[in-house]
């Protein structure tokens, strides 16, 4: 079976500009969810949505958003881009909204400049 | 708040010498435990997980840990390490009422010498 798949690989953007990153979860999970790992660091969590819903958002401003779509997959959103978020965003699926765990997929890099 | 302490962020070993990685978490209510393993450039793999049960838990490639409860801590070990053991080790903690959040530590680099 096919795992967590991300895109693009790299990507690098400019300050100000706006970026789309994608996942498509493993078949039959239902829940995905988006980390922020900046170098270095530990990845930070910002989304978990479940049957289409958000279920969970971590401290991030509202220049990050996110949507999940009806065939499971999810976009990440991030406006007004800053130097700082340059990071790997990371994207998980799992079956049900609690209780197991996450399978990442190999992550985005954005870097912006 | 939750918050998950990983001591040691650089672990060096010999190959074929054991090896143990430092996990404390704070939290309030009862956890799920998870131990993952990042490979240069790649997301993070599943190692074990601990939701409820036996406190030592057997995951892949021979490692292995124990749940604490007393103690709050989740150390991850290895009776032989190999050189392709070497990467970044997180361990991460997730509230059984909101589940769904996995709260990271900062990682520990293994570095397995030959």
């Known amino acids: 079976d096919a795992g967590v798949t991300q895109s693009p690989t790299h990507l690098i953007k400019t300050r100000g500009q706006h970026v789309t990153l994608r996942c498509s979860p493993i078949s039959g999970h239902k829940s995905v969810s988006w980390y922020q790992q900046v170098l270095g660091q530990g990845p930070q969590f910002i989304f978990q949505?479940?049957?289409?819903?958000?279920?969970g958002r971590g401290n991030f401003p509202d220049r990050f958003s996110a949507r999940q779509f009806p065939n499971y997959s999810s976009e990440l959103n991030v406006n007004a881009l800053l130097l700082g978020d340059s990071a790997l965003y990371l994207c998980?699926?799992?079956?049900?909204?609690?209780?197991?765990?996450?399978?990442f997929g190999p992550g985005t890099r954005l870097t912006v400049l | 708040a939750q918050s998950v302490t990983q001591l040691d962020s650089q672990v060096p070993v010999f190959e074929e010498a054991p090896v143990e990685l430092r996990c404390n978490y704070s939290s309030s209510v009862s956890v799920y435990l998870f131990w993952y393993v990042q490979y240069p450039n790649q997301g993070l793999q599943l190692l074990l997980k601990?939701?409820?049960?036996?406190?030592l838990v057997k995951g892949i490639n021979g490692f292995e840990a124990e749940f604490n409860k007393s103690q709050t801590s989740f150390h991850l070990r290895k009776p032989s390490v190999h050189i392709s053991d070497t990467a970044e080790y997180f361990c991460a903690v997730s509230e059984m009422d909101s589940s769904y959040k996995l709260i990271f530590g900062s990682g520990t680099r293994l570095l397995v010498r030959p």
């Open positions: 998980a699926s799992s079956h049900r909204d609690r209780g197991n765990e996450q399978f």
């Open positions: 601990y939701l409820s049960g036996s406190t």
């Open positions: 949505y479940y049957e289409k819903e958000e279920r």
